[in-house]
Antibody, heavy 122, light 108 residues
Framework: QVQLVESGGGVVQPGRSLRLSCAAS????????MHWVRQAPGKGLEWVAL????????YYADSVKGRFTISRDNSKNTLYLQMNSLRLEDTAVYYCARDLPYSNRPYYMDVWGKGTTVSVSS | EIVLTQSPGTLSLSPGERATLSCRAS???????LAWYQQKPGQAPRLLIY???SRATGIPDRFSGSEFGTDFTLTISRLEPEDFAVYYC?????????FGGGTKVEIK
């Protein structure tokens, strides 16, 4: 079945880096744009970034632009989020989610992973 | 950026009742590019509605979406026990994508 499994979360000090991964299965990963969406403890959803199906287009929220980088390896069916210069306010559950096939801009998310928790703390 | 304001913050209803959730956009959302999600505690969100009124695969027909200008509505015709959750709207007409703050539907 269609599945997304995030990994790489953990506890990290402010200013440090972390890389999240999202392993996809059950669908043709290389055909779909992919998102990262986060949710701070007790808060609502915040969109973080999108990468197009072929990696040629990337979009970011202003809150992470210049610090986070979204990427993908279609040969490994894996999505990544490199997070640098982490701040306390980056603490959240990070979800990867699937967008539409062959899209080059963000739409909506029809499949979600269970999330991985990132805690930024000194 | 488009700001989405959801109301009410909490809706207290009984099973079998009708739920009406509102999402108001700060500006026009092009091409009815609005989605609704359901999230239960400890779970990932689930897509319910896209294109303002199209149900996602496997979503029961008691869930429906509508729009009037910059006002969007999610209606649950008769609440089932599994429908008590938090609901979010999301616009995808303009980047950055934005979500509303959520409406919690709780058992009265």
């Amino acid at each position: 079945q269609v599945q997304l499994v995030e990994s790489g979360g953990g506890v990290v000090q402010p200013g440090r880096s972390l890389r999240l991964s999202c392993a996809a299965s059950g669908f043709t990963f290389s055909s779909y744009a992919m998102h990262w969406v986060r949710q701070a403890p007790g808060k609502g959803l915040e969109w973080v970034a999108l990468i197009s199906y072929d990696g040629s287009n990337k979009y970011y929220a202003d809150s992470v632009k210049g610090r986070f980088t979204i990427s993908r390896d279609n040969s490994k069916n894996t999505l990544y989020l490199q997070m640098n210069s982490l701040r306390l306010e980056d603490t959240a559950v990070y979800y990867c989610a699937r967008d539409l096939p062959y899209s080059n801009r963000p739409y909506y998310m029809d499949v979600w992973g269970k999330g991985t928790t990132v805690s930024v703390s000194s | 950026e488009i700001v989405l304001t959801q109301s009410p913050g909490t809706l207290s209803l009984s099973p079998g009742e009708r739920a009406t959730l509102s999402c108001r956009a700060s500006q026009s959302v092009s091409s009815s590019y609005l989605a609704w999600y359901q999230q239960k505690p400890g779970q990932a969100p689930r897509l319910l509605i896209y294109g303002a009124s199209s149900r996602a695969t496997g979503i029961p027909d008691r869930f429906s979406g509508s729009e009037f200008g910059t006002d969007f509505t999610l209606t649950i015709s008769r609440l089932e026990p599994e429908d008590f959750a938090v609901y979010y709207c999301q616009q995808y007409g303009i980047s950055p994508l934005t979500f509303g703050g959520g409406t919690k539907v709780e058992i009265k």
